[in-house]
């Protein structure tokens, strides 16, 4: 960019994303694989709109579980203070996600959040061999061929609630994720969807959830107010779980630390 004043130019080069393009709209435009209908105004007016609400209300939505859990448990939030007390007051991002514990709570945050909640369908253009494991409802030695072309679907309600991964799964449980039993149950986490379709922005998720997450812990005392477990039970799905209708929301008192 060029600005001239009183006869002075100067030049700031431009800040340009992992793809050489300002923004996600010039690579969508400039995509040469991409068909017109892809570069629509209304197709990119529905891109602005999924991206918004991806990078605004499903991060919310994990904070608002782990909060009301965090001020429910104070164990859990005095364990939580003393692991923090363990790293600078500016620490990165990096550094917040060696921290077990704290890793362990987000983890927990997003199960009971669920993510996006509508049947996550996939179609497999080849021959899928499905054998039933020991976290199968029905365990069979059995295995299963699925025929090219067939519509395969999973709830994240369903995954992260199976009793036979997660105990009690309606019980916000941190330790559930540590040790070789929390790495294996990773295989489970669907809050962020899996694979080749798996959300885009996972990354800039996991570093507001850190980032806010210790901030607010380190630097405020809070207080529930006029909030229960009904205002964090997942009871109507609109694409993402939604508590009661008449819910305000998780609401708190803060006092500076």
Avoid at 109 to 119: D, E, H, K
Avoid at 146 to 155: A, F, L, V, Y
Avoid at 201 to 222: N, P, Q, S
Avoid at 228 to 253: I, T, W
Wanted: aromatic share 8%.
């Amino acid at each position: 960019m060029k600005t001239k004043a009183s006869g002075i130019s100067s030049e700031k080069p431009l800040c340009l994303g992992p793809t050489g393009k300002e923004s996600v709209y010039d690579s969508v435009l400039d995509n040469p694989v991409l068909p017109p209908s892809e570069k629509t105004l209304l197709r990119l007016e529905q891109e602005g709109a999924l991206l918004a609400l991806a990078g605004t209300e499903s991060p919310a939505k994990s904070l608002n579980i782990i909060f009301y859990h965090l001020l429910s448990n104070p164990k859990i939030l005095s364990r939580l203070r003393n692991e923090l007390n363990t790293v600078s007051e500016d620490a990165s991002w990096t550094e917040l996600e060696q921290l077990p514990y704290l890793s362990a709570i987000l983890e927990e945050g997003n199960r009971l959040s669920f993510g996006v909640t509508a049947r996550a369908a996939r179609i497999a253009q080849e021959h899928l061999i499905y054998t039933p494991t020991s976290y199968s409802t029905f365990p069979s030695s059995k295995s299963f061929t699925i025929p090219p072309g067939t519509p395969i679907s999973i709830t994240t309600l369903s995954a992260h609630t199976a009793e036979s991964v997660f105990p009690d799964p309606f019980i916000f449980r941190p330790e559930r994720w540590f040790e070789s039993a929390g790495r294996e149950r990773r295989k489970f986490q669907m809050a962020f969807s899996k694979g080749g379709r798996k959300c885009l922005g996972i990354e800039l998720a996991r570093a507001e959830l850190y980032l806010v997450t210790a901030a607010l812990v380190k630097e405020f005392d809070f207080r529930l107010w006029q909030t229960d477990e009904s205002d964090v039970a997942f009871m109507h799905d609109y694409q993402v779980a939604m508590p009661k209708l008449d819910s305000k929301g998780v609401r708190v008192m803060a006092t500076a630390l």
